[in-house]
C-alpha cells in the first residue's frame, strides 16, 4: 500500500492480482451480475489507485476492510437500483462442497483464506437456519430487519430476535478471528 | 423499538438490542441514527459495536471465490496507468501541487492585501489612517480564511461528511469539508441557535478519548464558516464535533456534544447504515 502512495504501477497490478477475484467474488454474490460486479471492482480498485491511504491499518487486516469495502458498495449499488431480486442463501454445506480458494494468486494468502472461510462456514452452519437465513439477507441481500419481515412474511419482532440470537452465535463462534482483527 | 426512540436519545439497553442489527446494515434509518448518536458519546456501547463489526466483517469472507474476467485486470490497469503511473524521479525534485497551490494562493492573498495597504496610505493622506489599518487587518485575516476555504473546496480530493445534531429537537445543521492534499478543512453551519451570555461553540477533531480543539465561534445569524488549518496535525483524528464552552474555549470538551460526525466505525469493519459509512469511506482518507 505503500508503494501504491508513489503512484507505483507494478504494486497496483500486484494488488489486483492478489485480491482482484476476492472483491469480485464478494461483489458478485451480492448485485448477481457479472457485468455490474465488474464495473463495481473496477470502481474499487480505482479508489484505492486514487486514494491508497483510504486504508488504515491500525483498524484491522487489509483483506477484511477490502471485503468490507467491497460488501458496502456492492450493497449500496442493489440498494440505489431498488433492484428486487430474489436473494437465495446458499447453505454452509453447499458453499463447502463449492470450489474453494483456488482463484487467489498468491499461496500463502489462498491457504489462510481458505482456512478462514472453513470457520466462517462452520460456524454459519452452527447457527439455525432460520437465524442464517436472516443473516445472509442482511449482510449479503442489503435487507433492512423491516424488509426481511415482509420478505419471510414474519413478525417484525421475530426477525430482530433471529438476528440478535444468530449474531450472539456468531460472535461467539468466531471470537478468536476476530480477536485477530484486532492485533 | 422504534417508538423508544420517538423523541429521545437512545439508552445502553436498547442500543445493545441494536448494535448487531446495525454491523449487518439492518437498521433503518431512524435506528441507526439513534444508534450513532448514542454510541458517539458512549464508549462501552462504541465497543460492543465494534465487535459486532468485526463480526460481520468476517461473513464477506466466506463468499465462493469466483474467477475474474482477465480483461477486467486489463481494464482497470489500463485506466490506473491512464490516470497516472508512477512518478518519475525528476517530477519529486519540484514543488508539489499542494506546495504550488498554496504558494500562488498566498501570492494571491498578498496582492490582495498590498492592494488594501496602498489603499490605506492613501487615505493616511486624509487622515483615515487608523481606522484603515484596522480594515487591513481584518480585511486581510478573512482574505485568508477565505482563501483556506477555496483552497479546500477547489482540491481534487476534497471530502464532505454531515454533522449530526445531538439533539433529535435540533435544527441546526453543519458540514465538515477537507482536503487531505492541502491539510486544510472548514466546517460551514446554520441554524445554529444563539448562546447565552459568555459562551461560544467550540470544533474538536477527537480520537477514542483525545480531543483536541482546533477553533470557537459565535455564530452570524446562525451561520458560520470556520476554517482549520491541520498542516501541524500529526495524529488521524476519529471524528469532528462541536461542543458549548465558556468565552474563550476550554481545553477540554463539554459533553454531550452539540453535534458530531465519526469519520471511521464502519469502513475497516463492515456494516453499519448508508450515511455513516459514506462519511467513513471518506474518512479512511480523512485528515
Known amino acids: 500500500m505503500r508503494r501504491l502512495g508513489c503512484r507505483d504501477l507494478g504494486a497496483f497490478r500486484a494488488l489486483y492480482d492478489r485480491y482482484g477475484n476476492l472483491v469480485y467474488s464478494t461483489v458478485l454474490r451480492i448485485v448477481r451480475d457479472a457485468q455490474t460486479a465488474e464495473d463495481m471492482v473496477q470502481e474499487i480498485f480505482l479508489r484505492i489507485w486514487r486514494k491508497p491511504d483510504s486504508y488504515v491499518a491500525q483498524r484491522g487486516r487489509f483483506v477484511t476492510w477490502l471485503t468490507s469495502v467491497s460488501r458496502n458498495r456492492a450493497v449500496d449499488e442493489i440498494r440505489s437500483r431498488g433492484r428486487r431480486f430474489r436473494y437465495e442463501t446458499t447453505s454452509p454445506e453447499e458453499q463447502e462442497r463449492e470450489l474453494p480458494t483456488q482463484e487467489v494468486d498468491d499461496p500463502a494468502l489462498r491457504a489462510e483464506l481458505a482456512d478462514q472461510r472453513r470457520l466462517i462456514l462452520a460456524a454459519l452452519a452452527r447457527i439455525p437456519l432460520e437465524q442464517r437465513q436472516i443473516i445472509e439477507l442482511a449482510y449479503f441481500g442489503g435487507l433492512t430487519q423491516q424488509e426481511i419481515a415482509e420478505r419471510l412474511c414474519q413478525p417484525l419482532g421475530t426477525v430482530k430476535t433471529r438476528v440478535r440470537l444468530g449474531m450472539q452465535k456468531l460472535r461467539a463462534a468466531l471470537a478468536p478471528e476476530v480477536r485477530l482483527e484486532e492485533r | 423499538m422504534r417508538d423508544a426512540f ?104 498578498a496582492a490582495l492585501v498590498f492592494a488594501v495597504f496602498l489603499q490605506a496610505q492613501l487615505s493616511n ?163
Open chain 2, 125 to 287: 493622506l486624509r487622515g483615515d489612517k487608523d481606522e484603515l489599518q484596522d480594515q487591513l487587518s481584518v480585511t486581510s485575516s478573512e482574505l485568508e480564511q477565505q482563501r483556506q476555504i477555496v483552497a479546500v473546496l477547489s482540491a481534487s480530493d476534497t471530502q464532505k461528511v454531515a454533522m449530526e445534531p445531538a439533539s433529535l429537537r435540533s435544527q441546526a445543521e453543519s458540514v465538515y469539508n477537507w482536503s487531505q492534499n492541502n491539510a486544510a478543512g472548514f466546517v460551514v453551519c446554520r441554524n445554529f441557535p444563539n448562546l447565552a451570555q459568555g459562551r461560544v461553540y467550540q470544533v474538536w477533531l477527537v480520537a477514542g478519548e483525545r480531543a483536541e480543539p482546533v477553533a470557537t465561534f459565535l455564530p452570524q445569524d446562525g451561520s458560520c464558516q470556520i476554517p482549520m488549518d491541520m498542516s501541524r496535525m500529526n495524529w488521524r483524528p476519529e471524528g469532528i464535533t462541536i461542543s458549548v464552552e465558556p468565552r474563550g474555549g476550554n481545553k477540554t470538551p463539554t459533553r454531550p456534544w452539540f453535534s458530531y460526525a465519526w469519520f471511521n466505525e464502519a469502513a475497516n469493519a463492515g456494516g453499519g447504515n448508508h450515511e455513516m459509512r459514506m462519511g467513513i469511506l471518506a474518512s479512511a482518507i480523512g485528515p
Open chain 2, 6 to 109: 420517538d423523541g429521545l436519545d437512545a439508552g445502553c439497553p436498547e442500543v445493545m438490542e441494536l448494535v448487531d442489527a446495525y454491523a449487518l446494515g439492518a437498521l433503518d434509518h431512524g435506528e441507526a441514527g439513534a444508534l450513532q448518536r448514542h454510541v458517539s458519546d458512549c464508549a462501552r456501547c462504541r465497543e460492543e459495536l465494534s465487535k459486532s463489526q468485526r463480526t460481520a466483517a468476517l461473513l464477506a469472507l466466506s463468499v465462493r471465490i469466483e474467477e475474474a474476467p482477465s480483461r477486467l485486470r486489463d481494464r482497470i490497469v489500463a485506466r490506473a496507468e491512464r490516470e497516472g503511473a508512477e512518478v518519475p524521479a525528476w517530477r519529486r525534485l519540484i514543488p508539489s501541487r499542494r506546495t504550488s497551490t498554496r504558494t500562488l494562493a498566498f501570492g494571491g492573498v
